[in-house]
């Protein structure tokens, strides 16, 4: 269970302070698909980068399975099965696809493991599993490939801002299917921030963030 305990995220800059997240209060139980939609400026990445620990709190709790993990590391924390896929991934050059997975997953993976997370996010799997995650790759690839390691991982709790993003319509129908199935196995906690209604459609509940 994810829990949220009136948690606050402040900047300061020569205008004076900007209070971002303002008291949110949230519970999220075990296994439970969430989507997070709202207008943009309304705090929803920096809820989500909140929980990963990319941002630091500035007041308030963040409690993961019983745990409070307001002060941890982004290491620390995705060490407890928490994973992030960012609206822009980053490019690892040098780094093969495959290598990527199976440093996702802490183990070695075979070609046809490797391969089956690629299709599982609409990617021809002999095409890029030998290729580096680098700048010869799209915008939409790099985050189709960042989102397979996520599956990868298996985590308990997996967090995707936009992933929607610079994908293809088809790509994002095949994305589409495997977020539904990943849900139907109820085995992981998804949040997910987006605002396209087939996404929406899919979740448990919907939390709407703005001002």
């Not at 949110?24 to 909140?50: E, Q, S």
């Not at 070609?111 to 700048?135: F, I, M, P, W």
Request: proline share 3%; glycine share 8%.
């Amino acid at each position: 269970m994810l829990e949220l305990k009136n948690l606050h995220f402040t900047v300061s800059d020569e205008n004076g302070e900007k209070h971002i997240l303002n008291g949110v209060d949230l519970t999220i139980p075990d296994k439970r698909f969430v989507v997070i939609t709202g207008p943009n400026g309304g705090g929803k990445t920096t809820l989500v980068r909140t929980i990963m620990g990319i941002n630091e709190a500035s007041a308030g709790q963040i409690i993961w399975n019983g745990e409070d993990i307001t002060s941890l590391s982004v290491s620390e924390r995705a060490k407890k099965g928490i994973s992030y896929g960012f609206q822009q991934p980053p490019r690892f050059k040098g780094m093969r696809v495959k290598d990527l997975l199976e440093i996702a997953a802490g183990e070695s993976l075979s070609h046809a493991e490797a391969c089956s997370y690629l299709t599982q996010v609409g990617l021809c799997a002999k095409d890029y599993v030998d290729r580096d995650v680098d700048a010869s790759l799209s915008g939409g690839e790099v985050k189709r490939i960042e989102i397979a390691s996520i599956l990868a991982r298996k985590s308990p709790l997996m967090i995707f801002d936009e992933p929607e993003a610079g994908i293809d319509l088809w790509s994002f129908a095949r994305l589409t299917e495997t977020f539904k199935a990943i849900h139907a196995k109820r085995e992981s906690t998804i949040i997910i921030i987006s605002h396209q209604e087939r996404i929406i459609r899919l979740a448990d509940e919907i939390i709407v963030m703005a001002n």
